[in-house]
């Protein structure tokens, strides 16, 4: 048994390591190293890199919106620099053909068989500029790999190594020469944020930063994928009770029944905000979920899976204002 943080006690699960709290002591100390790092070249967006780094560690993907110039494909390469494992970049254009992600099967000449080339989906961090300049035949090329962590060319299933995540840039839909992403790829992207325009002191500061030189070429690795694997372990060994869950379920029915959405948040929502919520506890230091970690993370896990009601699109309803307003109405359950 051990005290739990409202009061009284739980029991500890099977699930949950004797050596947990060293590990938890290990993981803020490795994020905390590789979030300074990404901030050393991202300045004034600390909330963008804690996201990041949460979704990295729920095992996800991470979806970052917004218009040129403001940082999203800096952010993703700061992150993939910062870890040293393979990563890759594809820059999605509308000629940008499924195998060119995915590999092809090509014949070779001289051992008169077909080789397997592997394409840039086969690494641990995949970075995705401009997701939504390809076409949505391309785009469904991320899907079986987002889900499932595998690869099938010709009826032949290849694994991805882990850890794996895909952090794919998108300009806004109004803007030209941009494909709306299907629903099911949305879906998959376990948050999305949008970087929005720096503070005036931090565009300052870039300013010096960035303007003598490119910082993101001077950054090192300050972790490796062993670390970040471990990590991983330790988040899904936080504890999380039976009231914390409902509440997750609660939150995600609740934009099911809404009058403002035609279309509510999936089953897959709900098991990635809970693991969402595993890393922003772990990331703060406890081995334990409370209802605020859900709070926090309803907005950027679940709003870009909705689809606003065509009355809330006449008022100019957007999800995220309905996200919002929804969890100030769920009844917070009582952990004590």
Same mark, same amino acid.
């Given at each position: 048994?051990?005290?739990?943080?409202?009061? /009284?006690?739980?029991?500890?699960?099977?699930?949950?390591?004797?050596?947990?709290?060293?590990?938890?002591?290990?993981?803020?100390?490795?994020?905390?190293?590789?979030?300074?790092? @990404?901030?050393?070249? @991202?300045?004034?967006?600390?909330?963008?890199?804690?996201?990041?780094?949460?979704?990295?560690?729920?095992? /996800?993907?991470?979806?970052?919106?917004?218009? &040129?110039?403001?940082?999203?494909?800096?952010?993703?390469?700061?992150?993939?620099?910062? @870890?040293? #494992?393979?990563?890759?970049?594809?820059?999605?254009?509308?000629?940008?053909?499924?195998?060119?992600?995915?590999?092809?099967?090509?014949?070779?000449?001289?051992?008169?068989?077909?080789?397997?080339?592997?394409?840039?989906?086969? +690494?641990?961090?995949?970075? /995705?500029?401009?997701?939504?300049? +390809?076409?949505?035949?391309?785009?469904?090329?991320?899907?079986? #790999?987002?889900?499932?962590?595998?690869?099938?060319?010709?009826?032949?299933?290849?694994?991805?190594?882990? &850890?794996?995540?895909? @952090? +794919?840039?998108?300009?806004?839909?109004?803007?030209?020469?941009?494909?709306?992403?299907?629903?099911?790829?949305?879906?998959?992207?376990?948050?999305?944020?949008?970087? /929005?325009? &720096?503070?005036?002191?931090?565009?300052?500061?870039?300013?010096?930063?960035?303007?003598?030189?490119?910082?993101?070429?001077?950054?090192?690795?300050?972790?490796?994928?062993?670390?970040?694997?471990?990590?991983?372990?330790?988040?899904?060994?936080?504890?999380?009770?039976?009231?914390?869950?409902?509440?997750?379920?609660?939150?995600?029915?609740?934009?099911?029944?809404?009058?403002?959405?035609?279309?509510?948040?999936? &089953?897959?929502?709900?098991?990635?905000?809970?693991?969402?919520?595993?890393?922003?506890?772990?990331?703060?230091?406890?081995?334990?979920?409370?209802?605020?970690?859900?709070?926090?993370?309803?907005?950027?896990?679940?709003?870009?899976?909705?689809?606003?009601?065509?009355?809330?699109?006449?008022?100019?309803?957007?999800?995220?204002?309905?996200?919002?307003?929804?969890?100030?109405?769920?009844?917070?359950?009582?952990?004590?």
């Amino acid at each position: 048994m051990r005290a739990h943080p409202h009061g /009284g006690q739980v029991a500890l699960t099977s699930d949950v390591a004797p050596d947990a709290g060293n590990r938890l002591e290990d993981l803020v100390d490795t994020a905390h190293r590789i979030r300074r790092s @990404i901030e050393s070249v @991202i300045e004034g967006k600390a909330d963008a890199v804690r996201l990041t780094l949460t979704v990295l560690l729920a095992e /996800g993907h991470l979806l970052i919106e917004d218009v &040129p110039g403001v940082g999203k494909t800096m952010l993703a390469k700061a992150l993939a620099r910062s @870890i040293d #494992c393979p990563v890759r970049r594809v820059q999605f254009t509308p000629d940008l053909l499924p195998s060119d992600i995915t590999g092809v099967s090509a014949y070779n000449q001289q051992t008169r068989e077909f080789e397997f080339k592997p394409g840039p989906v086969f +690494a641990n961090i995949v970075v /995705g500029d401009e997701i939504n300049r +390809a076409s949505p035949k391309t785009q469904s090329a991320l899907l079986e #790999c987002m889900e499932e962590h595998q690869v099938t060319v010709d009826g032949v299933t290849y694994e991805l190594e882990s &850890p794996f995540m895909v @952090i +794919a840039t998108q300009n806004p839909i109004e803007m030209e020469g941009t494909y709306p992403l299907p629903e099911a790829q949305r879906d998959r992207f376990t948050a999305k944020i949008a970087m /929005g325009y &720096p503070e005036p002191t931090a565009e300052l500061e870039m300013l010096d930063v960035h303007g003598a030189s490119q910082p993101l070429g001077k950054l090192e690795p300050v972790a490796t994928t062993a670390e970040v694997r471990a990590l991983i372990q330790a988040v899904r060994a936080v504890y999380v009770s039976q009231a914390v869950k409902r509440y997750a379920v609660d939150m995600v029915t609740a934009t099911r029944r809404s009058p403002d959405l035609r279309l509510g948040a999936s &089953p897959r929502a709900t098991l990635q905000l809970l693991r969402g919520a595993r890393a922003h506890a772990a990331l703060a230091g406890r081995d334990y979920v409370i209802p605020d970690d859900l709070q926090e993370l309803a907005v950027p896990v679940l709003a870009h899976r909705l689809l606003p009601s065509l009355e809330a699109q006449g008022q100019r309803r957007q999800p995220e204002q309905v996200v919002a307003d929804l969890v100030r109405r769920v009844p917070v359950p009582d952990t004590n």
